[in-house]
Structure formats: C-alpha cells, structure tokens
C-alpha cells in the first residue's frame, strides 16, 4: 500500500505505447455539394462583382456544409447504427436514420441520441447511480466540491489527470475524440481548448450534466466549432463502427451499469489503432481470493449499481474480453490511469 501512494509527481505511464499514425484523410465536399458550384449564374447581362459576391457566398456554404457533414458522418443511430442523414424542412433541420426513420433533433443545448428519444409514454427505471448523476443538484454540485472529493482516494486532480492522458493520447491527434460520461464537461473543455483534436463530443446520459456542460462552455467562452454535445447511452453508443480515434472516460468507469457491454461498444467504435483512456479506482488493500470481499462486492453492486475494483489484471482482462490489447496503467493510492488499443 505504501508503494502505491508514492507522490502524484512521480505518476507515469508504465509503459508508454506509441503508434505511427498519420493524420486523417483529407474531406471532401460532397456531390451534392460540389455540384452546387456548378450551378452559378451564366447570364451575360450580369456585373462581375455581382458574380464575385454570389460564388464567394457559395464557397462559404460549401464550407459550412463540409464542417457540418464531417462531424454528423460520425453519428449513428443508436438502434440501427446507420450513419445519421442530415433533412431540413419548414420545422427544424433534423438527424434521420435512413433505415429505420428514426428522427433525431437537437434541443438546443445538445443532440438527444438515446434509444427513447423523442418517445412519448414510454419510461424506465435506471439504475441509483445513473439516477444519481441525472439530478439537477449533483449535476450542479460536480465541479463545485463534488469532484474535488476524489483527491482522497488519489486522483491527482483534473490538470494533473489531463496532462497524464495527453501522454496515451499522442496516436489520436488531429482525430475525433469522445469524452463519454463527460460529466459537467470537465475534461471535454480542456480537450477543445488543447486544440490536439479536430472533433471534440461530450456524451453523457444525464440532461442535467449536459446542460451544466453547455453553461460553462458560454461561461469560459469555449470554443464551440469543433464541439458537439450529445446525449446516449454508453451501452449502446450512436457511432458506427471503427469510425473514432479515441474515447476518454474520466472517473466513470466504476459507474457504468455494465463495464462489459460499455467497454465491448468502446471497441465496436474505435478505429485500429484507436485509444481508450480512463480512470477509475482501485481497492485493493484486501487480496482479491478473500470470500468476504466477493461477497462484499456482489452486494455493493447490486445496491449501489457502482463496481468495486480490486486489481490492475482484473481491468486489463475486461478490455482484453472485449478485443482491446496494450495495456498500460499509471497508480497513485487507489486511482488508476489505464489506456487500451484497437488492433490495427
């Protein structure tokens, strides 16, 4: 135990992994979009600075429409997981899933992306801790004192914590980053700020978290053109598969209902060689043969929904489960950095 509470300066890496990759292919306009310049007025009778003003407007659609389409051709339906089609009509532009029809709309703080969105009647339980967290007080209170709590069980607090994932993150640069269970968006502004990312999108389940996430991107004047915020289920991600460079998961995954089927939906998304950080705690001042303490475990779970942690091998066998190699991780008391690969 001594040797595991060595000083937060101390904390690194155990092995540093480090995959070539080139930057993203370069994007296109698409062919509706290209055609769209070809459509400029030919009138003979018509100025040139009349001309000029019309294709400079039309570029800047082009433009717009490329940033648009680059960040929507990585939403997917949650049920389908087609790639989402971008409709426009009288109402509001909306996301559409052209094999169920399914349609998404964005509520003006972020993008609803779970499979019961939009319905009606239709409700259900969730379990403590996922209702905990959707509370508008917790949601208040989690930068506010909340998270600062974790310093007792290690956490080397949130600048320390982003400079260590930095480190794992190298591979993903100029990528698509999801910070999932993004909380009140803690470490999801810290990843737009970094510019290290050409996409940033804070997903988490609670609307409130979202909505405190929204509040302090206006607050710090972040910046929003590479940010997307996005309401899902972190069982039942809305990307398609192998479309993300990296996910980062700060502090949630002892949270998670289920960390198989999460993790196993993490691997679904990433690319080859993508990366998933993220940190959690680990108890392991008990060996973990003790009956007690799997009996204390089972129980825990079943009455808090959270998952107790006992050894660094009992992580790195849940990512191996779900297809991800290259474990490494970083300790400090019972926290624990990890970070895991997509093979290429």
Request: with cysteine.
């Amino acid at each position: 135990m001594a040797g595991a509470m060595r000083s937060i300066g101390t904390i690194l890496p155990r092995r540093y992994l480090a995959l070539n990759r080139g930057r993203g292919a370069q994007r296109f306009p698409r062919p509706f979009v290209v055609m769209a310049a070809s459509w400029l007025p030919a009138a003979a009778s018509a100025s040139a600075a009349s001309t000029a003003e019309e294709t400079s407007q039309i570029q800047q659609d082009i433009q717009f429409d490329e940033k648009t389409d680059s960040r929507e051709d990585k939403l997917a339906c949650p049920i389908c997981y087609y790639p989402l089609v971008k409709k426009s009509d009288e109402s509001a532009p909306r996301l559409e899933c052209d094999v169920c029809k399914k349609e998404y709309r964005n509520n003006g703080t972020y993008l609803d992306l779970t499979v019961a969105a939009s319905s009606g009647e239709y409700t259900e339980s969730m379990p403590a801790a996922t209702e905990l967290f959707r509370s508008p007080l917790v949601s208040f209170l989690y930068e506010r004192g909340w998270r600062q709590n974790f310093i007792w069980g290690g956490f080397p607090g949130p600048e320390k914590e982003f400079e260590m994932a930095k480190e794992y993150l190298q591979p993903a640069i100029g990528g698509t980053i999801v910070d999932a269970s993004c909380g009140s968006g803690l470490f999801s502004r810290l990843f737009v700020k970094s510019g290290m990312f050409s996409q940033v999108i804070a997903m988490d389940f609670s609307e409130n978290m979202l909505r405190q996430c929204s509040e302090f991107v206006e607050n710090e004047n972040v910046p929003k053109e590479n940010l997307a915020l996005v309401r899902a289920d972190i069982s039942r991600l809305p990307f398609p598969s192998g479309s993300i460079d990296a996910i980062h998961a700060g502090a949630a995954l002892h949270c998670w209902p289920s960390p198989a089927s999460a993790v196993a939906e993490i691997s679904r998304v990433l690319r080859p060689g993508g990366v998933f950080v993220a940190t959690t705690f680990i108890v392991d001042v008990v060996p973990p043969a003790v009956p007690a303490l799997r009996l204390t475990r089972q129980y825990f779970a079943q009455f808090t929904s959270n998952t107790i942690y006992v050894s660094e091998t009992e992580l790195e066998d849940l990512c191996s489960a779900c297809g991800l190699v290259g474990f490494t991780c970083a300790r400090n008391g019972f926290f624990v950095m990890i970070s895991v690969t997509k093979p290429s």
